[in-house]
C-alpha cells in the first residue's frame, strides 16, 4: 500500500511537472517582432526607411496576425485598421499604395484626381470654385510623387529675373492663381509683365504719378480700380458744379490715370 501511495504521488508530481515545463515551452516558442526578420529581411529594411505610421503606430504580428500553416490570412484587408474616412472607403488601395511597408511611397499613374482629393480636400475646392488653367488638370499633372511639390517655374516663366517661387506664392495662391492679393511692397517692374503698357505710360509721364507704385493706387487685390477722389492724397476743390454737369467723369479732361494730362 504504501508503495503503491509513493508511486501515485511521484505519478502526480511528474504530470504538474511536465505540464509546468510544456506550458514554458509553449511560452518560449511564441513570435515576436524580432523573429520576422529572421525570414523577411526586405520589409523590415522598407519600414524602417519610409514606413512612416506603419514604422510608428504597429508592429508586423499587429498586421499579420496569422502565418501558414497554422492560418490562411497572413496579410490582413487595410480596412482591418483604416475605415474611417472617405478615402479608406476607395477600392484598390493597392493601385496607388502598392507597398504597404512604404504606405505614402505612391505609385500614381494615369491621370488622378479624385482619390487624391478625399484627403485634400481644401485644395479641391479652392481649384473648383476659382477656375484657371489649374482646374483643368489632373493633381498628379503637377504632382508627380506624393508630397512633392513642384516650382512654378517648372511649367510657368518669371514676370522678371529676380523672382522666384516665394515671390509668386506672394500674389498667386496655386490651387487659386487667379485671385490674386498682394501686399503693399510689391515692387511696380512685376506688374509690369503682364501691364507693360500701363507701366510704360506711367513712367513717362511726367505728373506726380510717376512716382507711385502701382499697389499704391490698386491697393491689395487684384483689379482694384480706385476712384480719382478716394485717394488720400489731396486732388484739389472739386470741380464747379456746372463744369461737372458737363463733363462728369475725371477722364474726360485728365486722360487716364497712367497718362494724365
Same mark, same amino acid.
Given at each position: 500500500?504504501?508503495?503503491?501511495? /509513493? ?6 508530481? %511528474? ?6 515545463? %510544456? ?18 529581411? &526586405? ?7 519610409? !514606413? ?18 497554422? !492560418? ?15 478615402? @479608406? ?32 480636400? &481644401? ?24 508630397? @512633392? ?8 516663366? &518669371? ?5 522666384? /517661387? ?7 495662391? /496655386?490651387?487659386?492663381?487667379? /485671385? ?9 517692374? @512685376? ?7 500701363? @507701366? ?7 505728373? =506726380? ?22 485717394? =488720400?492724397?489731396?486732388? !484739389? ?8 454737369? =458737363? ?15
Amino acid at each position: 500500500m504504501r508503495k503503491k501511495t /509513493v508511486f501515485l504521488f511521484s505519478l502526480l508530481a %511528474l504530470i504538474i511537472y511536465s505540464t509546468g515545463a %510544456l506550458a514554458s515551452n509553449q511560452e518560449s516558442l511564441s513570435l515576436s517582432d524580432a523573429d520576422c526578420i529572421k525570414c523577411h529581411d &526586405k520589409q523590415p529594411a522598407t519600414i524602417a526607411a519610409s !514606413g512612416n505610421k506603419h514604422k510608428t503606430e504597429v508592429g508586423c504580428l499587429d498586421c499579420h496576425t496569422e502565418h501558414p500553416p497554422e !492560418g490562411k490570412s497572413a496579410i490582413p484587408n487595410c480596412s482591418v485598421c483604416h475605415s474611417d474616412s472617405p478615402h @479608406y472607403k476607395l477600392e484598390n488601395c493597392g493601385s496607388c499604395h502598392s507597398d504597404t511597408h512604404a504606405p505614402l511611397d505612391l505609385n500614381i499613374e494615369g491621370e488622378v484626381s479624385a482619390p487624391c482629393l478625399t484627403c485634400h480636400e &481644401k485644395q479641391g475646392v479652392e481649384v473648383k470654385e476659382n477656375p484657371s488653367a489649374h482646374t483643368n488638370l489632373a493633381c498628379n499633372e503637377c504632382h508627380k510623387k506624393h508630397r @512633392y511639390i513642384p516650382e512654378c517655374m517648372e511649367c510657368h516663366e &518669371k514676370h522678371t529675373e529676380d523672382m522666384n /517661387v516665394d515671390t509668386c506664392l506672394s500674389c498667386h495662391p /496655386v490651387h487659386m492663381p487667379r /485671385v490674386i492679393t498682394y501686399d503693399q511692397a510689391t515692387p511696380s517692374h @512685376y506688374c509690369a509683365a503682364c501691364h507693360g503698357e500701363a @507701366y510704360t505710360l506711367l513712367n513717362n509721364n511726367t505728373t =506726380k504719378h510717376k512716382d507711385l507704385s502701382c499697389v499704391f493706387c490698386h491697393k491689395a487685390v487684384h483689379k482694384t480700380v480706385p476712384t480719382c477722389v478716394s485717394c =488720400k492724397i489731396p486732388h !484739389g476743390e472739386p470741380h464747379p458744379a456746372q463744369m461737372l454737369s =458737363k463733363y462728369p467723369e475725371c477722364a474726360q479732361c485728365h486722360g487716364i490715370a497712367h497718362d494724365l494730362r
